[in-house]
């Protein structure tokens, strides 16, 4: 199979095709960028200008002719903080759709950060043994991730980007030495405030991914080589860069004019117009956070964002309520619970239940594994509403959702997923609410499908006892039995089910039957 995916950052859009399959990883069979500056006007006054969208569209549409002439089924695209900051950004989005043809999702902070960490993960497969920081320098932001096991767990998103630096502090060519000063002052005092993080979490190697850094990493190799350091260069990794190293070239670039960075340094005009800032930027972040060295990675958003597509399409959410902590994918439903202090048990529990129906399911709504991940993440996160009020709370849940920044999951997955969590109790709403407003074309009927599961499941464990243990499902031409194993008999459960059926009869035309039997087999793998 052939995926394409688009990155359109601050600075660039990228696209790579890949080709994979079931028996091994995916081969990049073609890649392109072009710089279209979106960031430049939106650093300015919070607006993507009229010509920058014009050149985003028009390099969409010859990057969606690349991928169709590779022949890509799918095309994924992400927008990153040039489109997320927009004051205008619905109507680049609106327009990418309807000129060129390409959907856009747009990317929080913390989940292009855990892309990028994804990315690298898998790129430099000793990270797996590692304890790594991840450092992406954009356009508009900056991305930093600590890794521990190939796992992202500490993630932060700084508003710094070499883009947005240039527009701020360079006004001169060579930059001045007032404007210099004033860069290196306020990049230090913004990345001190976060950096006890990234050293609380710790770290015993460093990463840097996208232009910038690769470009200094190049700069950085030219050096030794030119200086005769060939030994050095084959006993260091080719394209590692020295805090030392990056301040020698920095001094350099700082000195050089536009004309001499782009021919005495041998940068290309768009990275030589804003590697000054994105170059202090990273001086900046390795000083505050002590790092000597880093080593430079050449995948970055983009084969995440190939990554994580792919496995969304495996089913790796398991049924096994024992699990639901240790997998990677809800991780950051996870984490929202715990800060909204969640009844876990409960949240456990019916998302445990949900599973279950999803599985025994299948011919009635047809979805797949990517439907069953989402559907997990909002049986977790479907009680999170009582951290505000226990009046209305399933709204309070959807908006803590919405308004959260969930990793592991796209925008409109997280619509998909508050949507969910809101029709959780009350009464059902029509397919036509208003409240499935923001849900794009198909997604609105997924909604609406794994609501009417998650209202079951949550009526299973109506008390927050567990007594319900494992469930099976048969479908019949009028109604569906749901053979339920519980540790003892609960009337209230039963209402409660038939109070919450009401949306699974509207949906998928069958009325719902529960038949109870007392203590399940020991064979069965029973819920927490």
């Given at each position: 199979?052939?995926i394409?995916?688009?990155?359109?950052?601050?600075?660039?859009?990228?696209?790579?095709?890949?080709?994979?399959d079931?028996?091994?990883?995916?081969r990049v069979?073609?890649?392109?960028?072009?710089?279209?500056?979106?960031?430049?006007?939106?650093?300015?006054?919070?607006?993507?200008?009229?010509?920058?969208?014009?050149?985003?569209?028009?390099?969409?549409?010859?990057?969606?002719?690349?991928?169709?002439?590779?022949?890509?089924r799918?095309?994924?695209?992400?927008?990153?903080?040039?489109?997320?900051?927009?004051?205008?950004?619905?109507?680049?989005?609106?327009?990418?759709?309807?000129?060129?043809?390409?959907e856009?999702?747009?990317?929080?902070?913390?989940?292009?950060?855990?892309?990028?960490?994804?990315?690298?993960?898998?790129?430099?497969?000793?990270?797996?043994?590692?304890?790594?920081?991840?450092?992406?320098?954009?356009?508009?932001?900056?991305?930093?991730?600590?890794?521990?096991?190939?796992?992202?767990?500490?993630?932060?998103?700084?508003?710094?980007?070499?883009?947005?630096?240039?527009?701020m502090?360079?006004?001169?060519?060579?930059?001045?030495?007032?404007?210099?000063?004033?860069?290196?002052?306020?990049?230090?005092e913004?990345?001190?405030?976060?950096?006890?993080?990234?050293?609380?979490?710790?770290?015993?190697?460093?990463?840097?991914?996208?232009?910038?850094?690769?470009?200094?990493?190049?700069?950085?190799?030219?050096?030794?080589?030119?200086?005769?350091?060939?030994?050095?260069?084959?006993?260091?990794h080719?394209?590692?860069?020295?805090?030392?190293?990056?301040?020698?070239?920095?001094?350099?670039?700082a000195?050089?004019?536009?004309?001499?960075?782009?021919?005495?340094?041998?940068?290309?005009?768009?990275?030589?117009?804003?590697?000054?800032?994105?170059?202090?930027?990273?001086?900046?972040?390795?000083?505050?956070?002590?790092?000597?060295?880093?080593?430079?990675?050449?995948?970055a958003?983009?084969?995440?964002?190939?990554?994580?597509?792919?496995?969304?399409?495996?089913?790796?959410?398991?049924?096994?309520?024992?699990?639901?902590?240790?997998?990677?994918?809800?991780?950051?439903?996870?984490?929202?619970?715990?800060?909204?202090?969640?009844?876990?048990k409960?949240?456990?529990?019916?998302?445990?239940?949900?599973?279950?129906?999803?599985?025994?399911?299948?011919?009635?709504?047809?979805?797949?594994?990517?439907?069953?991940?989402?559907?997990?993440?909002?049986?977790?996160?479907?009680d999170?509403?009582?951290?505000?009020?226990?009046?209305?709370?399933?709204?309070?849940?959807?908006?803590?959702?919405?308004?959260?920044?969930?990793?592991?999951?796209?925008?409109?997955?997280?619509i998909?997923?508050?949507?969910?969590?809101?029709?959780?109790?009350?009464?059902?709403?029509?397919?036509?609410?208003?409240?499935?407003?923001?849900?794009?074309?198909?997604?609105?009927?997924?909604?609406?499908k794994?609501?009417?599961?998650?209202?079951?499941?949550?009526?299973?464990?109506?008390?927050?006892?567990?007594?319900?243990?494992?469930?099976?499902?048969?479908?019949?031409?009028?109604?569906?039995?749901?053979?339920?194993?519980?540790?003892?008999?609960?009337?209230?459960?039963?209402?409660?089910?038939e109070e919450?059926?009401?949306?699974?009869t509207?949906?998928?035309?069958?009325?719902?039957?529960?038949?109870?039997?007392?203590n399940?087999?020991?064979?069965e793998?029973?819920?927490?």
């Open positions: 199979m052939i394409a995916a688009l990155d359109i950052g601050s600075n660039s859009i990228h696209l790579v095709v890949v080709e994979t079931r028996e091994k990883p995916f069979i073609a890649n392109a960028k072009e710089s279209v500056r979106l960031g430049r006007s939106a650093a300015r006054d919070q607006k993507l200008s009229a010509a920058a969208m014009d050149r985003a569209i028009d390099c969409l549409k010859r990057f969606r002719h690349i991928a169709q002439s590779h022949g890509a799918e095309l994924i695209a992400v927008a990153t903080s040039a489109v997320r900051e927009a004051a205008n950004g619905d109507q680049f989005l609106a327009r990418a759709a309807e000129e060129a043809g390409v856009i999702d747009l990317l929080s902070g913390v989940e292009e950060a855990r892309l990028i960490a994804l990315a690298v993960s898998i790129r430099h497969r000793q990270t797996a043994r590692q304890q790594a920081l991840v450092i992406d320098i954009g356009g508009g932001s900056t991305e930093l991730s600590v890794m521990k096991n190939g796992e992202p767990t500490t993630l932060i998103s700084f508003k710094l980007g070499a883009v947005r630096l240039t527009e502090f360079v006004k001169s060519d060579p930059i001045g030495d007032k404007q210099l000063r004033r860069l290196r002052s306020e990049l230090r913004v990345i001190a405030h976060r950096a006890p993080e990234i050293e609380a979490a710790g770290f015993n190697a460093c990463y840097g991914t996208s232009g910038t850094i690769n470009a200094l990493a190049a700069l950085s190799l030219r050096r030794r080589l030119a200086a005769g350091n060939h030994r050095a260069a084959r006993h260091r080719e394209h590692s860069l020295t805090l030392d190293e990056l301040r020698a070239i920095n001094e350099e670039l000195s050089y004019s536009l004309d001499d960075r782009v021919h005495k340094a041998q940068l290309n005009r768009q990275r030589a117009e804003i590697i000054v800032a994105g170059g202090q930027l990273l001086e900046a972040l390795m000083e505050t956070l002590k790092i000597d060295e880093l080593v430079s990675c050449d995948w958003l983009r084969e995440g964002v190939v990554i994580a597509h792919l496995a969304r399409r495996v089913e790796t959410v398991t049924a096994s309520p024992a699990r639901l902590e240790r997998d990677p994918s809800l991780r950051g439903a996870l984490a929202l619970a715990r800060h909204c202090q969640a009844d876990l409960h949240a456990h529990r019916v998302a445990y239940l949900s599973q279950q129906l999803f599985d025994g399911l299948r011919p009635l709504h047809a979805l797949g594994g990517e439907h069953r991940r989402l559907l997990a993440a909002a049986a977790l996160l479907h999170i509403g009582y951290f505000v009020s226990h009046t209305g709370h399933h709204k309070h849940s959807a908006y803590l959702i919405q308004n959260s920044d969930l990793t592991g999951f796209t925008s409109p997955e997280i998909v997923i508050a949507n969910i969590a809101y029709v959780h109790r009350g009464p059902a709403p029509k397919s036509k609410s208003d409240y499935y407003s923001d849900l794009r074309g198909q997604d609105r009927e997924v909604a609406r794994l609501a009417a599961l998650l209202r079951l499941a949550d009526a299973l464990d109506r008390d927050h006892s567990g007594r319900v243990r494992n469930l099976r499902c048969e479908i019949g031409d009028n109604a569906v039995r749901i053979v339920a194993l519980c540790s003892r008999e609960a009337e209230a459960m039963r209402w409660r089910l919450r059926a009401d949306l699974f509207e949906v998928f035309g069958r009325e719902v039957e529960l038949v109870t039997t007392l399940a087999p020991d064979h793998e029973a819920a927490p």
